[in-house]
């Protein structure tokens, strides 16, 4: 049914048109109702129409090759969706689902070019509208994709300079090239206070030399409790990653049976068909 002038109030593609503009968009825009949980349309559908949300909430999802439910977007009041499949006349990219009572404004193509010639400059709204979908969707490859546990932790690091120093320094107190330095350190250490200098700076038992090696290991064990924390960090987003996969595989494997299970029933009704044809055949 057509929409009252009064719908197109508060929406942004209509915000530009002036008072006479208006009522002649409002004789050819449609106005729509959905109850929640109703469906608006299925991915795969063709689609010759965009929407307005006017008041309510409509849910866009997809599902994957996995049949997992992905939900793009939320779309509430005065966002628009079902662009695309109007403007390229291809199918439907996602299903639409209301979560609550809605009301939605319908543009069809023809209503979309009255709508530009009218007000060329609406036509930025619209391609706002969706550089906003296109980068949800781009967030939702990013965050849904396996990844890699080793380059988000380095991503991390690069962002305090204390965690990489924290990582060098856990990694160099455990290594060789320490304990050889230590070893040169102590033995030249010791040497001068008991053998080289007539007057030692730190005679037996080695006052300061204790000090100094005392208040290294306090900051060595801190730098390797960072060190150990951020190991267990990424331990456990590792254990989140092998777990979205066993997900996905698990997922994967049960569409595998369920077409396995068509293929199956459908061969049955097939020989079934072609016991009956040779058993009329025969008689």
């Known amino acids: 049914m057509a929409c009252n002038i009064e719908l197109l109030d508060g929406i942004a593609l209509f915000d530009l048109l002036d008072a006479e503009q208006r009522p002649a968009l409002a004789e050819v825009i449609d106005y729509q109702t959905l109850a929640a949980g109703a469906e608006l349309f299925q991915a795969g559908e063709p689609g010759e129409s965009l929407f307005i949300v006017r008041s309510g909430q409509i849910e866009l999802y997809i599902k994957d090759t996995a049949g997992q439910k992905i939900v793009l977007t939320v779309a509430g009041a005065g966002d628009l969706f079902g662009e695309l499949s109007l403007l ?42 969706m550089s906003s979908m296109t980068r949800k969707a781009d967030e939702l ?61 730190d005679p037996f038992p080695f006052g300061l030399l204790t000090m100094i090696v005392s208040l290294e290991a306090i900051f060595l064990a801190c730098f390797v409790l960072i060190s150990q924390n951020r190991q267990a960090e990424k331990d456990k987003v590792r254990a989140d990653i092998e777990y979205d996969v066993n997900i996905k595989a698990e997922l994967e494997v049960a569409h ?23 058993t009329e055949k025969a008689s």
């Open 141 to 201: 490859l990013r965050t849904r994709v396996s990844r890699n546990v080793n380059e988000e932790m380095a991503h991390q690091a690069t962002t305090s300079i204390l965690l990489r120093i924290a990582d060098w320094l856990a990694w160099f107190s455990g290594s060789m090239p320490f304990l050889i330095s230590h070893t040169v350190w102590f033995t030249v250490w010791i040497s001068l206070n008991t053998i080289i200098l007539p007057n030692p700076f």
């Open 88 to 129: 390229d006349a291809g199918p439907r990219t996602a299903t639409a689902v209301a979560l609550e009572d809605s009301g939605l404004l319908i543009l069809d193509r023809d209503d979309l070019l009255l709508l530009f010639q009218k007000n060329p400059d609406t036509a930025l709204h619209l391609l706002a509208g």
């Open 256 to 278: 595998l049976h369920e077409k396995t299970d068509r293929m199956y029933e459908n061969m049955l009704s097939r020989f079934a068909r072609l016991e009956k044809m040779l």
